[in-house]
């Protein structure tokens, strides 16, 4: 399992992601951060970047159903994500 270390890493990986899940393919999206990020050793501030990089690029009323579905994938660094954007709609007081 890579150890994945470094913010350009991580934005990296998060911004091929959201390539695949702008062509309107979620499934691959979802895939594709799981292999690439949620798979590795990655440590938990570099996730809580991801998620910000994730909750800045998702539109909001998108935003649950992503979330839902990396939770769904049962990786401790899912819920790092998903915390972390659900933290950030608390913040600005989105419901």
């Known amino acids: 399992m890579p150890l994945i270390t470094s913010k350009p890493v991580v934005k990296s990986i998060i911004e091929k992601g959201l390539e695949k899940y702008e062509t309107g393919l979620e499934i691959n999206f979802i895939a594709y951060l799981h ?3 949620l798979q590795q050793k990655v440590r938990f501030p570099l996730l809580e970047y991801g998620g910000k990089l994730l909750s800045a690029q998702i539109p909001v009323k998108e935003q649950a159903q992503i979330i839902d579905a990396i939770v769904q994938l049962n990786e401790i660094g899912s819920y790092v994500l998903a915390g ?5 709609q608390l913040e600005k007081g989105i419901n």
Do not use: A, H, P, S
């Open 35 to 37: 292999k690439n990020l």
């Open 84 to 88: 972390i954007m659900l933290q950030l």
